[in-house]
Antibody
Framework: QVQLVQSGPEVKKPGASVKVSCKAS????????INWVRQAPGQGLEWMGWLNPLSGNTAYSQSFQGRVTMTRDTPKMTAYMELNSLRSEDTAVYFC??????????????????WGEGTTVTVSS | AIRMTQSPSSLSASTGDRVTITCRAS??????LVWYQQKPGKAPKVLIY???TLQSGVPSRFTGGGSGTDFTLTISFLQSEDFATYYC?????????FGQGTKLEIK
């Protein structure tokens, strides 16, 4: 079945970097964007950006511009999200999600239909 | 960035009730809107995309509507499994912002 499996929890010190992986299975990895969304404890969802696994193209939220890098290893069917210069406010669960994209002259839709289980990143001194 | 504002932030209802959640965009986003449901400790689940298209496998008691800046998610005949937090998200422009969420609780 289609699934995304993420790497395990991380504990980092302020100023450090974290790299979270998201391994896809059950579908053609290069056919769908991978989005990253995070959720701080008790808070709502925050969209971070997307990666096109076929081209390697990315789009990042301005909130993370300069600190986030999304990459992929196509043979391994794995996407990665690296966040640098971590601060306590980056403590959150980080989700990867597959996006469905459709564009015609009449309509355009883009939504996340398969999600990873989430990776908890804790930033603490 | 486009701001998405949901109302109410929380809502109490009983099984069998009909409830409506509203999502307002700070600018015209046509029908570029998605609704997600999230339960505690779980990843979100897509319910509706393109403002009103029901995702495959989602019960028909979920209905989405609206265009431009004002959108609704209606759940008719609430079931116990519907008590969760609901988020809208726009994909009109980067960043693809979410609303702050609406927590639906059992009365």
């Amino acid at each position: 079945q289609v699934q995304l499996v993420q790497s395990g929890p991380e504990v980092k010190k302020p100023g450090a970097s974290v790299k979270v992986s998201c391994k896809a299975s059950g579908y053609s990895f290069t056919s769908n964007d991978i989005n990253w969304v995070r959720q701080a404890p008790g808070q709502g969802l925050e969209w971070m950006g997307w990666l096109n696994p076929l081209s390697g193209n990315t789009a990042y939220s301005q909130s993370f511009q300069g600190r986030v890098t999304m990459t992929r290893d196509t043979p391994k069917m794995t996407a990665y999200m690296e966040l640098n210069s971590l601060r306590s406010e980056d403590t959150a669960v980080y989700f990867c999600a597959r996006a469905v994209r459709f564009h015609s002259s009449k309509e355009f839709y883009y939504y996340m239909d398969v999600w990873g289980e989430g990776t908890t990143v804790t930033v603490s001194s | 960035a486009i701001r998405m504002t949901q109302s109410p932030s929380s809502l109490s209802a009983s099984t069998g009730d009909r409830v409506t959640i509203t999502c307002r965009a700070s600018q015209d986003i046509a029908t570029y809107l998605v609704w997600y449901q999230q339960k505690p400790g779980k990843a979100p689940k897509v319910l509706i995309y393109a403002a009103s298209t029901l995702q495959s496998g989602v019960p028909s008691r979920f209905t989405g509507g609206g265009s431009g800046t004002d959108f609704t998610l209606t759940i008719s005949f609430l079931q116990s499994e519907d008590f969760a937090t609901y988020y809208c998200q726009q994909y009109y422009s980067n960043p693809y912002t979410f609303g702050q969420g609406t927590k639906l609780e059992i009365k």
